[in-house]
Each structure stands twice: as structure tokens, then as C-alpha cells.
């Protein structure tokens, strides 16, 4: 079965020109969206996805129209390959039942692999070139040393609440059990 799933982003636009096409592409079900790309919660898209089963082919306008990232899209080609579902785009002439589809369905993965990884080279050399600077990563200490002194002699000597001495200091209840482990292993 030819599910086609159409979406323009604002109320204003209008999917005729979309809707026509799959309907002319042999759509017997089309679902749409009128909401941004960016959305993740779209339910025309998720009635498709729910409607879709093994053998039937997904049939969008152009490939914006499924995902904004490149990474949607991997996503969605992932998942419709493991249902054994094929994609079919009728902008890009994209068609996951022929070779060639499946051709390009498997660079667009190969493409996001390498991003993936150029991403966390990238970051890993970074965090290296920091350190070696002497950064350090990670959130700010709330309080300083001596403050943080001062919130566990409070919370050992039993004289205030955990709230009290919460709200003395401006720190939440775990930052002050986080101190006082940290106090206790150092001991």
C-alpha cells in the first residue's frame, strides 16, 4: 500500500499542490501536518506511522517534508527500513524498493556515520586541548571552599533543618548531601 504523508508549516500554507502529487503517485491513504518541521510532535505523521506494516511504501513530497536534519531523515530511513517499509520521494526521485534507492538510502547513512564521528573527534580534541590548557569542564562549584566548610559543620552539628540550611546558603538539598560525601571520602 502507498501511504503519502504531506506537511506545510503554517496554518497559511496550503498542501494541495503536495496532496495532488502523492494522490497522482497512487496514494490511497495520505495523512498531513500543518506545523514546523521542527516539531517533533506531529500526529498527522504519526497516524502514517501507525497505519504503516511491512511491504507498503511511505510517499512524501520532498525529503524536508519527513525531516528538517539530516539526522531526522537517518532516523526515519532506519526505522522504515527495520519495519521493511520502503520510502519514496517524489521531488528527489528517491525510491528505497529500487537499487539505486537503496543506493542512496545507504550513503545518506554512511553520510551521518562520518558526521557522527567527525563530531565526537571534534569534541574529543577539544576537551584534550582544555585540559592540557588546564580547564577544567563541568559546572561551577554553587559555593566556595570555605562556604562549603561552613554547610557541613551546619548540617553535622543537627542545630538547623536540611531546609534551613538550604535556603541560609542557596543550595538545593542534594548539592549539600554531594558536599558532605565529598567531605567523607576525603576523610
Given at each position: 500500500?502507498?501511504?503519502?504523508?504531506?506537511?506545510?508549516?503554517?496554518?497559511?500554507?496550503?498542501?494541495?499542490?503536495?496532496?495532488d502529487?502523492?494522490?497522482?503517485?497512487?496514494?490511497?491513504?495520505?495523512?498531513?501536518?500543518?506545523?514546523?518541521?521542527?516539531?517533533?510532535?506531529?500526529?498527522?505523521?504519526?497516524?502514517a506511522?501507525?497505519?504503516?506494516?511491512?511491504g507498503?511504501?511511505?510517499?512524501?513530497?520532498?525529503?524536508?517534508?519527513?525531516?528538517?536534519?539530516?539526522?531526522?531523515?537517518?532516523?526515519?530511513?532506519?526505522?522504515?527500513?527495520?519495519?521493511?517499509?520502503?520510502?519514496?520521494?517524489?521531488?528527489?526521485?528517491?525510491?528505497?524498493?529500487?537499487?539505486?534507492?537503496?543506493?542512496?538510502?545507504?550513503?545518506?547513512?554512511?553520510?551521518?556515520?562520518?558526521?557522527?564521528?567527525?563530531?565526537?573527534?571534534?569534541?574529543?580534541?577539544?576537551?584534550t586541548?582544555?585540559?592540557?590548557?588546564?580547564?577544567?569542564?563541568?559546572?561551577?562549584?554553587?559555593?566556595?571552599?570555605?562556604?562549603?566548610?561552613?554547610?557541613?559543620?551546619?548540617?553535622?552539628?543537627?542545630?538547623?533543618?536540611l531546609?534551613?540550611?538550604?535556603?541560609?546558603?542557596?543550595?538545593?538539598?542534594?548539592?549539600?548531601?554531594?558536599?558532605?560525601?565529598?567531605?567523607?571520602?576525603?576523610?
Amino acid at each position: 500500500m502507498l501511504i503519502g504523508y504531506s506537511r506545510v508549516s503554517t496554518a497559511d500554507q496550503n498542501s494541495d499542490l503536495q496532496n495532488d502529487a502523492l494522490k497522482a503517485a497512487g496514494c490511497e491513504r495520505i495523512f498531513s501536518d500543518k506545523i514546523s518541521g521542527t516539531k517533533a510532535d506531529r500526529p498527522g505523521l504519526a497516524k502514517a506511522k501507525d497505519m504503516l506494516r511491512k511491504g507498503d511504501t511511505l510517499v512524501i513530497w520532498r525529503l524536508d517534508r519527513l525531516g528538517r536534519s539530516l539526522k531526522d531523515l537517518i532516523d526515519w530511513m532506519n526505522y522504515l527500513e527495520q519495519e521493511g517499509i520502503a520510502l519514496k520521494s517524489l521531488q528527489e526521485s528517491i525510491d528505497t524498493t529500487t537499487s539505486t534507492g537503496k543506493l542512496v538510502f545507504h550513503i545518506f547513512g554512511a553520510m551521518a556515520e562520518f558526521e557522527r564521528n567527525l563530531n565526537q573527534e571534534r569534541t574529543h580534541a577539544g576537551l584534550t586541548a582544555a585540559r592540557a590548557r588546564g580547564r577544567v569542564g563541568g559546572r561551577p562549584e554553587k559555593l566556595d571552599k570555605k562556604k562549603q566548610e561552613t554547610a557541613i559543620k551546619l548540617y553535622h552539628g543537627k542545630q538547623h533543618s536540611l531546609k534551613e540550611i538550604c535556603e541560609l546558603l542557596g543550595i538545593s538539598k542534594q548539592t549539600l548531601y554531594n558536599y558532605v560525601r565529598e567531605k567523607e571520602k576525603a576523610v
